[in-house]
């Protein structure tokens, strides 16, 4: 099922779904970071299994290693950022839309658009 989707900060895949959740891999590049967003419809779990950086999840930051977990609450501002080397994160989601559509961008550093509030 994995199909790879490229970005500016690295790549995705979808390793699987069904009703309310979906699976997914991302790699941040070493140096990039994700756009600063939140979701309406979906919370998030995030497990890092490879490379290093920071995570930010409500105005809270923590460094990034194989085995640091975080739950992102529906609704809540938050990133990812790879250090030195690639950030591998295994995400979950669940909620009652699980599409790209439920991504508000408040900060991108690709010049995506932002949404405006």
């Known amino acids: 099922m ?3 989707v490229e970005r500016p900060w690295g790549w995705f895949e979808r390793l699987g779904s069904g009703e309310g959740y ?3 891999r991302l790699c941040i590049r070493a140096g990039q970071r994700i756009s600063l967003q939140r ?4 919370l998030e779990h995030w497990v890092v299994v490879a490379g290093e950086g920071e995570l930010e999840c409500a105005g809270q930051r923590l460094a990034a ?3 640091t977990t975080l739950e992102v609450p529906c609704g809540a501002v938050h990133r990812a950022s790879a250090g ?9 989601q669940r ?9 508000e961008r408040l900060e991108d550093d690709y010049a995506r658009a932002v949404s405006a509030g």
Request: aromatic share 0%; proline share 3%.
């Open 2 to 4: 994995a199909n790879r």
């Open 65 to 67: 290693a194989p085995g």
């Open 95 to 103: 909620g009652s839309l699980l599409s790209e559509d439920d991504i």
């Open 39 to 42: 979701h309406r419809h979906r």
């Open 84 to 92: 030195g080397s690639d950030l591998l994160i295994v995400e979950v």
């Open 22 to 24: 979906q699976v997914k």
